[in-house]
Nanobody, 125 residues
Framework: QVQLVESGGRLVQAGGSLRLSCVASGRTYRSYPMGWFRQAPGKERQFVAAVDGSGRNTRYVDSVKGRFTISRDNGMNTVYLQMNSLKPEDTATYYC??????????????????WGQGTQVTVSS
């Protein structure tokens, strides 16, 4: 059974940077497409970024394009979300997710079957 554990969230000032990590433990397969989502209080969960199993194809929500970068290290079973030029509206709990039953890049939340517990990112103005 695969488990996902996120880390790296904390309080940061606007304009700052953070790197979130998501480590997959247990019986792991390196080709899982992975994604990052976020949910702010009182709001629906939002897609942020996704990467396919190879790491060559990525997708981002428009609001983070040019600021966030998703990447993966399959040897380390880890997916990263580098977040630069952070804004207060980026404040949310960030979740990583894995899609075990496909190899293609997945954008929709319902396409993922494994989720981490989340890590809190707070951006102060």
């Amino acid at each position: 059974q695969v488990q996902l554990v996120e880390s790296g969230g904390r309080l940061v000032q606007a304009g700052g940077s953070l790197r979130l990590s998501c480590v997959a433990s247990g019986r792991t397969y390196r080709s899982y497409p992975m994604g990052w989502f976020r949910q702010a209080p009182g709001k629906e969960r939002q897609f942020v970024a996704a990467v396919d199993g190879s790491g060559r194809n990525t997708r981002y929500v428009d609001s983070v394009k040019g600021r966030f970068t998703i990447s993966r290290d399959n040897g380390m079973n880890t997916v990263y979300l580098q977040m630069n030029s952070l804004k207060p509206e980026d404040t949310a709990t960030y979740y990583c997710a894995a899609a075990q039953f496909t190899t293609a890049l997945v954008v929709a939340g319902q396409g993922y079957n494994l989720w981490g517990q989340g890590t809190q990112v707070t951006v102060s103005s």
